[in-house]
C-alpha cells in the first residue's frame, strides 16, 4: 500500500501494465498524423477514424505490412529510387505504415481470441486455391457477439471442434509433405 502525503492511499504499482511509459507521445502524434491522411479514401469520402477496427482479413494486413517493411529496408539501405510510391519515400511515414498493419494484425487476432477463436490464428483449412500451407485466416464468421460468454461457449462449441479436426487434417499432410517435422503435436487451449 503506498500512502502519499495527502493522507490519501492507492495499492502498489507492481504488476500493473504501464500504458504510459509503454507509448511514445512523438510516435503517437506521428502517427496520428498518418492516420489522418490515410482517413481520406480515393472517392476524396473521409472514412471514420476506427473504420478499419470493422474487419480487415490478416493476409491483407501481411501483404501490406511486408510491403512497407520492403520500403523500410529499401530507404535504410539507400535506394529510395526503387519505391513506387512517393509517399513512402518518406521513412517516417513508412514506419506508420508498418505500425498500422501490425496494430491491425494484432487487432484481428484479438478480436477472434475474444470470440472464442482460440488464439485467433488458424492454419488455412484444406483448401486446393491454397498454395501457402503457412497462410493465417480468420474465419469470416468470428465476430464478437452480443450473447452473455455462456451463451457464446455454448454456441461455439461445434465451430472449435470442426476448426480442430481441420487443424488436425493440416497438420497431418503438412507432416506427410516433410514441411514440419513429424514429431510436431497440436495442443488445444479453451
Not at 157 to 180: H, N, S, T, V
Request: hydrophobic content about 35%; aromatic content about 6%; overall charge negative.
Amino acid at each position: 500500500m503506498r500512502q502519499f502525503d495527502s493522507g490519501a492511499t492507492r495499492n502498489r504499482d507492481e504488476g500493473k501494465p504501464d500504458f504510459e511509459g509503454y507509448r511514445s507521445p512523438l510516435v503517437m502524434h506521428r502517427f496520428g498524423q498518418y492516420m489522418t491522411k490515410h482517413r481520406v479514401q480515393a472517392d476524396g469520402k473521409v472514412r471514420d477514424s476506427d473504420n478499419w477496427q470493422k474487419g480487415i482479413p490478416i493476409p491483407q494486413y501481411m501483404k501490406s505490412l511486408l510491403r512497407h517493411v520492403e520500403e523500410l529496408h529499401l530507404l535504410h539501405d539507400g535506394y529510395p529510387e526503387l519505391i513506387d510510391e512517393e509517399e513512402y519515400l518518406d521513412i517516417e511515414s513508412v514506419l506508420c505504415a508498418i505500425l498500422f498493419n501490425a496494430q491491425g494484425y494484432l487487432h484481428e487476432l484479438l478480436k477472434a481470441k475474444l470470440a472464442g477463436g482460440g488464439n485467433g490464428a488458424v492454419l488455412s483449412p484444406d483448401d486446393p486455391s491454397d498454395k501457402d500451407a503457412t497462410s493465417l485466416i480468420l474465419p469470416a464468421d468470428f465476430r464478437p457477439s452480443r450473447q452473455s460468454a455462456t451463451e457464446k461457449m455454448q454456441s461455439d462449441d461445434a465451430k472449435r471442434e470442426e476448426i480442430k479436426a481441420l487443424l488436425r487434417m493440416r497438420l497431418d499432410r503438412m507432416k506427410a509433405e516433410g514441411l514440419i517435422d513429424p514429431n510436431t503435436e497440436i495442443m488445444f487451449i479453451d
